[in-house]
């Protein structure tokens, strides 16, 4: 299938072009992290003690609850269906959260430890928090519109996995970290290119389209922002001004794979 092929709508086109650039920000973020001056054992602990949350308490914890609540209609069809579905991405998600626990001995020196109530704490941080506010509004301000969008810009452009796949080679923790994020990468980005095209079969009016633009724009915003807090803000000031203006170079949406992921997906 090409990319003339896929017939993608002028709605998606515009959706993706007005991301581009803030998924490319995201990457710049983590990726000026890796040979900061500020990089230290005790940043690599925070950044990845709140990876750890996110995995569990923003991955495991969501689709936990929403397999919980289709148990008591497992009579039902469709309601089996989203049973297998929830625990298809709940083993995922629990792989990804062991990886990084596992990770954590060999960027710390000591074996993770953190119970869950003790993560909720330790692992939190406002920025998080503030993208959590901020989809939870787009969500109560229009419910599917708002959880499209979330769906959309739930792991970005895969920033922190592609750019972690770069440090392979250099180090015993940076070695680590590339075979982690290299695990997760392959996971996430078909997820991730499937997700963003699947949002085309749904016949969103004009109006919906610039909803969905606004929204994910929103959204990526405060998520560069997160990724800079987890990562100490390794960025300045001023170019964090730049990256939120959307004057990162832009990166190039896959459409050439994407294509082959619905052939695949098809087959």
């Not at 995201?26 to 000026?32: G, W």
């Not at 869950?116 to 969500?139: C, F, S, V, Y």
Request: a negative charge; hydrophobic letters at 40%.
């Amino acid at each position: 299938m090409s990319y003339k092929e896929l017939n993608p709508s002028a709605g998606l086109l515009k959706l993706i072009e007005a991301n581009v650039s803030y998924w490319s920000a995201e990457a710049e973020v983590i990726r000026s992290y890796w040979d900061s001056p500020i990089r230290n054992t005790d940043t690599d602990k925070k950044w990845l003690t709140h990876q750890i949350y996110k995995e569990y308490c923003d991955g495991i914890l969501p689709y936990l609850a929403m397999f919980n609540e289709c148990l008591p209609n497992a009579n039902l069809t469709e309601q089996r269906q989203k049973l297998l579905e929830f625990s298809a991405i709940i083993h995922e998600e629990v792989e990804h959260f062991t990886m990084f626990a596992d990770l954590y001995r060999i960027l710390i020196g000591t074996d993770y430890t953190l119970s869950p109530d003790a993560l909720k704490i330790a692992g939190a941080w406002p920025e998080n928090d503030a993208l959590r506010t901020t989809r939870q509004q787009h969500t109560a301000e229009s419910p599917d519109i708002g959880r499209r969008a979330t769906r959309f810009t739930e792991g970005g452009y895969v920033a922190l996995f592609s750019e972690g796949m770069k440090l392979a080679g250099r180090n015993t923790a940076d070695n680590a970290i590339a075979e982690v994020c290299k695990k997760i990468y392959h996971d996430e980005f078909n997820h991730m290119l499937l997700g963003i095209l699947e949002t085309d079969k749904e016949q969103l009016s004009d109006s919906d389209w610039l909803t969905l633009e606004k929204f994910t724009v929103e959204q990526m915003k405060k998520r560069i922002i997160m990724r800079n807090a987890q990562f100490s803000s390794p960025v300045s000031a001023s170019r964090m001004q730049q990256l939120l203006a959307g004057e990162a170079t832009p990166i190039v949406f896959d459409f050439s794979y994407a294509a082959q992921l619905l052939n695949h997906e098809a087959a």
